[in-house]
């Protein structure tokens, strides 16, 4: 046999997203306001976001519904497949079995659409005339620009400079769907403009421009596309269908891989499984791949810090390499932000998700094997997670154990020829950081109660 495909009816789209609150043994603190530093409320973030979200952002649910309209968006591409990768269990010689769930079938390339939907829905239902956010990679920006179309809104996106650069063919695809694209650091904002000097720019700094754009506007919200609860919440259909799937396959996984930049598609994977895991005493084992270039989880600090740069977000607490840091310009755009969700740090702090490092290189040596045995191109974000896979398929080898590994193969890289072509010619780096620019970063960190 080759390549196994787990297919479920388009009545298999989930009626409920995965609330991980409620079953976390150690729940987060509170997120913090900026000026106040005291916890913040729903009132806190109407400027921002819709109520519905605010909501869902703060539910103690374990299950929330997901409307009619959501489902019939996520229809046009959801349920995704779940897929044994046979060719590649070959190729590795190992005895484990290896599933991966495939977001690239979405319009966008990727699973930011499952939230990018959801987010759409509550605030036309509020009346919001605009979104506005950042996008690394762009997989993010030219989801939301999708989502905006479909439900009948305007879009702007603040695009990290270093991937405007590298992948001008994202910024099309938005600007084809009716998006607004800027480079950033822009001169359009004060917060562009405080931070010209960090020319290929970084998540952060492209969240600082987007909220001030959206916190000037009555009409204008702003759109996150991972950290926050309620984004976790919406992927959780990744995982919904992969336990349905894994039903009919007769199996269930030893070992779930995701990679992590800010937690969006890991949650999605993970969150679901996690529950099970928890409620039922199952020992399966939660990897988070992150860049060697900026390993928030391996090397952060577990603190209160803002989700920007300039300091206009709630204070989260989360691991952070400190909001003031210029991750290198990897090509996984998408894996270049110093924090992470407050409910994964969570996680990897009581020990339920174990954090992995990946160099670039390593990482796309696994993503050019993947892509000659599978025949698809992974993006350059979960090729890191594939490098785990790797690892954990050498490792079942060398013990002689059949683990089930399920990894999230978050996004085609269609739109990262440039960084596979400089791969192939041997011009691709392993970038790495400064411990004294990260040491000076988090020196930085705001005046905040102490989480250790």
């Known amino acids: 046999m080759t390549t196994t495909k787990f297919l479920l009816p388009e009545s298999g789209i989930p009626e409920t997203w995965v609330n991980l609150m409620p079953d976390l043994p150690s729940p987060p603190p509170p ?48 349920p995704t ?67 905006c179309q479909l439900f009948g809104l305007e879009c702007e996106v603040f695009m990290v400079g270093v991937s405007y650069d590298q992948k001008p063919y994202r910024r099309a695809m938005m600007e084809t769907w009716g998006g607004t694209v800027h480079r950033s650091p822009s001169a359009l904002t004060s917060a562009g403009r405080s931070q010209a000097e960090h020319v290929s720019g970084s998540l952060g700094i492209a969240i600082s421009e987007a909220v001030e754009v959206a916190a000037s506007s009555p009409d204008t919200h702003y759109a996150l596309g991972s950290v926050l609860n309620h984004v976790c919440l919406h992927q959780t259909v990744i995982g919904s269908e992969a336990l349905a799937q894994l ?8 070992v779930v891989i995701g990679c992590v930049g800010g937690g969006s598609n890991f949650a999605g994977i993970a969150y679901p499984l996690i529950r099970k895991s928890l409620r039922e005493g199952l020992g399966t084992r939660f990897l988070a791949a992150e860049p060697a270039a900026c390993p928030t989880l391996s090397r952060g600090v577990y603190g209160y810090d803002f989700g920007d740069t300039v300091g206009l977000t709630p204070l989260l607490p989360m691991y952070t390499l400190g909001h003031d840091f210029v991750p290198p ?40 094997a993947f892509a000659r045995t599978e025949a698809i ?20 080898r060398e013990a002689g154990d059949s683990r089930v590994i399920l990894f999230n193969l978050s996004g085609h890289g269609h739109f990262d020829m440039a960084a596979y072509a400089a791969y192939a010619a ?27």
Request: proline share 10%.
């Open 31 to 78: 997120p913090l306001h900026p000026g106040t530093k005291q916890p913040i409320g729903p009132d806190d973030l109407a400027p921002l976001f819709p109520m519905g979200l605010i909501l869902q952002e703060v539910s103690t649910e374990p299950d929330i519904p997901i409307p009619d309209e959501v489902r019939d968006a996520l229809a046009l591409w959801r």
């Open 81 to 147: 497949p779940l897929i044994r990768a046979r060719r590649l269990e070959r190729f590795l010689d190992t005895p484990a079995h290896i599933y991966f769930r495939y977001e690239g079938v979405s319009p966008a390339g990727s699973h930011k659409p499952n939230t990018t939907v959801a987010q759409a829905y509550y605030n036309k239902q509020e009346g919001i005339r605009k979104l506005v956010t950042e996008t690394g990679a762009g997989q993010w920006g030219s989801s939301l620009a999708i989502a």
């Open 247 to 254: 039903e009919l396959a007769g199996e269930y996984p030893d």
């Open 329 to 368: 310009p990897v090509h996984a755009g998408g894996l270049r932000y110093h924090g992470d969700a407050p409910s994964l740090c969570a996680l990897a702090k009581s020990g339920i998700v174990e954090p992995r490092t990946v160099a670039q290189t390593a990482a796309f040596a696994a993503a050019v």
């Open 377 to 396: 191109v992974p993006g350059p974000e979960p090729a890191h997670a594939l490098q785990v896979v790797f690892e954990e398929a050498a490792a079942a």
């Open 426 to 452: 041997g011009e691709l780096t392993d970038l790495t950081f400064s411990d004294a620019d990260v040491e000076a970063a988090l020196a930085k960190l705001p005046d905040a109660p102490s989480l250790t």
